[in-house]
């Protein structure tokens, strides 16, 4: 695989979630990359620079992550914790985007270091105008150290 630079990286194991996730973020006019990765443990290699990222520069980071919390492979709490605990990423502002409400989940996630925790909304249109909110917001408006 090649080497991606992207603004947002979505990690989805939903094929269908992922497609509307994209398609909500470019409906509401977030321009740049998105880059859809599907699982944690492909993740991880993404942003640590191994298997099929190896070649990818690891200093080039996103302005947003999109995390899911139930994935097969490695969970999005575990891709949460190790994110956070590097000095290389512990920067970039990590939402978690999934259908969990379970107030541990929340908990956990905000006590790893989240920035915001978003349940899906069941409905198409609530869906669709939460996520633009969203990229609009930690996209377009929020400033944070890595922006260039």
Do not use: C
Not at 99 to 127: C, H, M, Q, W
């Amino acid at each position: 695989m090649e080497p991606t630079i992207a603004n947002i990286i979505l990690v989805e194991d939903n094929r269908h979630d992922a497609e509307l996730t994209i398609r909500a973020l470019q409906k509401g006019g977030v321009a740049g990359t998105i880059l859809h990765l599907n699982d944690g443990e492909e993740a991880m290699d993404y942003f640590f620079g191994k298997g099929a990222f190896a070649a990818r520069k690891t200093g080039d980071t996103p302005k947003l992550i999109l995390l899911d919390i139930k994935m097969p492979k490695l969970d999005g709490i575990e891709v949460l914790k190790r994110l956070k605990a590097d000095a290389a990423t512990r920067i970039i502002p990590v939402v978690l985007l999934t259908s969990s409400k379970e107030e541990r989940d929340i908990l956990e996630t905000y006590n790893l270091g989240a920035n915001s925790y978003i349940v899906k909304p069941v409905d198409f249109d609530g869906f669709q105008q939460a996520i633009a909110g969203l990229g609009i917001y930690w996209v377009l408006l929020n400033q944070s150290p890595n922006n260039t």
